[in-house]
């Protein structure tokens, strides 16, 4: 049995326990993967290394993200489906910033686990407009090096970079949007578990 050795935080440490109990029985590789810290906050917009896809797996994940005052505490969430598996939620909060550099945080960190489940379909679905039709509108000028002059930009380059990425591995990945509040199971729920972590400074919560 061959044993990880990680370098972390205590908080760090909290969240990468939480997580490996959702991995149960995941490779020793995808481990040290998601030991790498995914979840991504306004002010570190962290990535993780991609893998060659899994064939038919397919991960889809409603992401969500909340700000209370807009520059303010801000928390973001994420529900995962797995194929057949149940939804899981993770909800965690990312300092004092902006709403949308919170939600680029919270699609970034569905692109980070997409990589670690090695997924081969990946399904992204947001209800920021802002996300969905500038990921959609700039990817290509991103590809090109064309990139204009955004707020934001560690986040963006950092969610294209992982999108290019899981593409040269063979993953298909969609951002989709759907309207906030308008009674979508789980976007609702994303939208409450990202309120719970903006309260909750400091804490990963899991259900």
């Known amino acids: 049995m061959t044993k990880l050795t990680i370098s972390c935080t205590p908080e760090q440490a909290d969240k990468i326990r939480a997580f490996l109990r959702y991995l149960d029985g995941a490779s020793v590789t995808e481990q040290s993967n998601a030991a790498a810290h995914w979840q991504a906050t306004p002010s570190q917009p962290v990535t993780v290394p991609v893998a060659r896809a899994v ?56 692109l980070n686990l997409a990589a670690i489940r090695q997924a081969e ?63 979508h199971v789980l976007n609702e729920r994303a939208d409450r578990l990202a309120g719970m972590a903006c309260k909750r400074q400091g804490e990963l919560i899991e259900e």
């Not at 909340?66 to 939804?87: L, R, W, Y």
């Not at 700039?138 to 986040?155: F, H, V």
């Not at 990425?165 to 951002?175: F, N, Q, Y």
């Open 55 to 110: 064939h038919g797996l397919t991960l889809t994940m409603h992401t969500d993200a909340s700000c209370k005052g807009n520059p303010g505490p801000t928390g973001m969430a994420i529900i995962v489906h797995e194929g057949d598996m149940a939804t899981q939620g993770f909800g965690w909060s990312g300092g004092t910033g902006y709403n949308h550099a919170a939600e680029l945080s919270a699609v970034l960190s569905a």
């Open 121 to 183: 379909h990946v399904i992204i679905v947001t209800d920021s407009d802002y996300v969905h039709l500038k990921s959609r509108d700039w990817y290509g000028r991103w590809i090109e090096g064309r990139l204009p002059a955004i707020a934001n930009p560690q986040l963006w380059n950092a969610m294209f970079r992982m999108k290019h990425d899981l593409e040269l591995a063979g993953v298909d990945v969609s951002i989709q949007c759907v309207r906030a509040h308008t009674g």
